[in-house]
């Protein structure tokens, strides 16, 4: 088993910026490729960003791309997820995840085994 905990939500006015963290405990942190999504209300959960276990490869949705930065730290067992020049749009419940494969840019929900609790971003106008 993964535990993960958000951290870092908050409200920001459009063009500001937060940095989202991710902390793991349990199994080893290294062992799994890690991966932020978000959730707006009515709609499904979509793929961010994901990090490769080594942080040496990243993969990032094309509306975040340029704006989004996934990185992470595994001797302090936490993934960040550094978000620059928000927009209104990009208002929602943001999630980490955790997949025990590392092959590519795999998006789907599915693909990932253990899940945070989420934490809200609200960007303002």
């Known amino acids: 088993q993964v535990q993960l905990v958000e951290s870092g939500g908050g409200l920001v006015q459009a063009g500001g910026s937060l940095r989202l963290s991710c902390a793991a405990s349990?199994?080893?942190?290294?062992?799994?490729?890690m991966g932020w999504f978000r959730r707006v209300p009515g709609k499904e959960r979509e793929f961010v960003a994901r990090?490769?276990?080594?942080?040496?490869?990243?993969y990032y949705a094309d509306s975040v791309k340029g704006r989004f930065t996934i990185s992470r730290d595994n001797a302090k067992n936490t993934a960040y997820l550094q978000m620059d020049n928000l927009k209104p749009e990009d208002t929602a419940v943001y999630y980490c995840?955790?997949?025990?494969?590392?092959?590519?840019?795999?998006?789907?929900?599915?693909?990932?085994?253990?899940w945070g609790q989420g934490t809200q971003v609200t960007v303002s106008s």
């Open positions: 349990g199994r080893t942190f290294s062992n799994y490729a």
């Open positions: 990090i490769s276990r080594s942080g040496g490869t990243t």
């Open positions: 995840a955790a997949d025990h494969l590392d092959w590519g840019g795999r998006q789907k929900i599915s693909e990932y085994e253990y």
